[in-house]
């Protein structure tokens, strides 16, 4: 079992920065791959970054390419979101997730662990 718990969440202005973390326990995550997800009030939840289990290759949601950047230190056992350049749109409850694999995934169905969640809220 692989037990997740996000952290970092916040209130901040538009075009401001917030760090997302995801402490992992119960499990090293060096072979997991990672992800991050939103769920925005009164919309599905959605993919918004992956990385592979050695930090090597990322992948993006086309909403935040260029703006967030995912990382992991597998040494701390912990998971990163950074995110810049914040929109009102990017307002969610922000979710870190876990599936053992070499490779990075987007499809919310593969992951088999998941925290609960940090909220976002960008002001205008």
């Known amino acids: 079992q692989v037990q997740l718990v996000e952290s970092g969440g916040g209130l901040v202005q538009a075009g401001g920065s917030l760090r997302l973390s995801c402490a992992a326990s119960?499990?090293?995550?060096?072979?997991?791959?990672m992800g991050w997800f939103r769920q925005a009030p009164g919309k599905e939840r959605e993919f918004v970054a992956a990385?592979?289990?050695?930090?090597?290759?990322?992948h993006y949601a086309d909403s935040v390419k260029g703006r967030f950047t995912i990382s992991r230190d597998n040494a701390k056992n912990t998971v990163y979101l950074q995110m810049n350049s914040l929109k009102p749109e990017d307002t969610a409850v922000y979710y870190c997730?876990?599936?053992?694999?070499?490779?990075?995934?987007?499809?919310?169905?593969?992951?088999?662990?998941w925290g609960q969640g940090t909220q976002v809220t960008v002001s205008s």
């Open positions: 997730a876990a599936v053992s694999g070499t490779s990075y995934y987007t499809r919310e169905f593969i992951y088999d662990y």
């Open positions: 119960g499990r090293t995550i060096s072979s997991y791959a």
């Open positions: 990385i592979n289990w050695s930090g090597g290759t990322a």
